[in-house]
């Protein structure tokens, strides 16, 4: 009996330290994002999860290991939501766009999560330092990701002739700016708002159909256009004149 009893007190204890350990990293998320991961102190964790530091410091035994179990944890729920979108069997533009909402869809449910990455001044653009193995292996496979889509694309047509790892890099710019005046701008866009100004950013940008030379022939068409009508108009009228004064 005695051993049944002591399986389930330890199973309880993982339960327990599993709850405490997702409290622990959600009060941690917050205060980092509104203090800053720098001057903020473990005592404010504490305070705000209600635990006390002897708690946090047997699950997490440094403010800097809290930080690192925030990023692995929100790293692989939005890398794992990425590859199920860019696994998709559809076009390229299509599944940029979906891409677009699935990472804004992510922020919009975790603003801490992304007030702590802004405050912390990291480019989703440049690699981590190699300082976090894990951080490193995150950023490459989004990115690789992200420039698969955009092969997929240019070789289509759909997208503009450029190396697709240099557009991954300049989208990654355009999430992170786009979510950064959002949180700047008090965070009162909705949902829907941000996905539709990201995607008509990135039409606008990386979609051929938008280049500075389809854009220019189209201008010269229409003004082609108006003088053919000029003409016709100039030719009619000095027609009903010539009838007039016969």
Known sequence: MARPRLQARDAARRARNALYRQHILEAAEKVFADRGFESAKVQEVSALVGLSMGTIYAIFP????LLRAIVEERGSQILQLAREVAARKAPADDVLHALIETYVQFFVAHPDFLRMHLRAGTSWVLSPTPE??????LWRDIHALQAGIFRRGVAARVFIDEDPAYLAKLFS??????????????MKADERQLVRRFQKL????????????????????????????ERTMSTLARASSQRGRG
């Open 132 to 137: 976090s193995d894990t951080r490193v292996q």
């Open 62 to 65: 440094s403010k800097a290991d």
């Open 202 to 229: 990135v039409e606008r940008v990386f979609c051929r159909e938008h280049e500075p030379q389809a854009r220019s022939t189209k201008h010269e068409t229409k003004t082609e256009a108006r003088t053919v009508d």
């Open 173 to 186: 710019a355009m999430d992170q700016v786009l979510l950064a005046d959002w949180v700047e701008s008090g």
